[in-house]
């Protein structure tokens, strides 16, 4: 059965794996996720129409990356790769400007998770490059992402979309 870091994860593989249009083109995928609470994981387990996905959740990570503010967990993911994390924080990003407009509370919300998954993009990119190296990419949608816009994935564009969340977090606080 495939790991993921944090629940928030989990929820976040889950919608990517049967969203039809990229981050966000999916329903809530908790109204068809049984979560069962073991003594060392969760375990989710997605069903609905050609779809059925179960991942376990340690729950050491989930305690470790709640102590730590991490929303995704520590480490880099082996289920969601680079150009969806990508997609992701522009989603995220998207939904919190749209919410800034209309003053809605959840901009700061949006605005952290967009944060969270910049940053988890990031943690792809080897020390001394300048660029996410392909393995970082393995699923479909992060793939043709990169094929089709690769100036998304270099460090100065990585490091800058993370600054602009941040300072956006920043100004709805």
Do not use: C, N
């Amino acid at each position: 059965m495939r790991e993921a870091r944090t629940l928030a994860e989990a929820y976040l593989h889950i919608s990517l794996a049967v969203a039809e249009s990229g981050p966000g083109g999916a329903p809530d995928p908790r109204a068809w996720t049984t979560v069962t609470e073991g003594r060392e994981f969760w375990t989710l387990v997605f069903d609905r129409g050609e779809h059925h996905i179960e991942l376990r959740v340690p729950r050491a990570g989930e305690v470790a990356a709640r102590r730590d503010g991490s929303t995704f967990g520590s480490g880099v993911s082996t289920l969601v790769d680079a150009g969806e994390w990508v997609l992701t924080g522009a989603a995220y990003a998207r939904q919190a400007l749209e919410d800034d407009l209309l003053s809605a509370s959840g901009a700061a919300d949006g605005w952290r998770l967009a944060r969270d998954a910049a940053a988890e993009a990031l943690k792809f990119l080897p020390e001394d490059a300048d660029e996410l190296p392909l393995p970082a990419f393995w699923t479909p949608l992060g793939t043709s992402t990169r094929e089709q816009e690769p100036e998304r994935f270099t460090r100065e564009r990585l490091e800058s979309d993370l600054a602009f969340y941040q300072q956006s977090l920043d100004g709805v606080l």
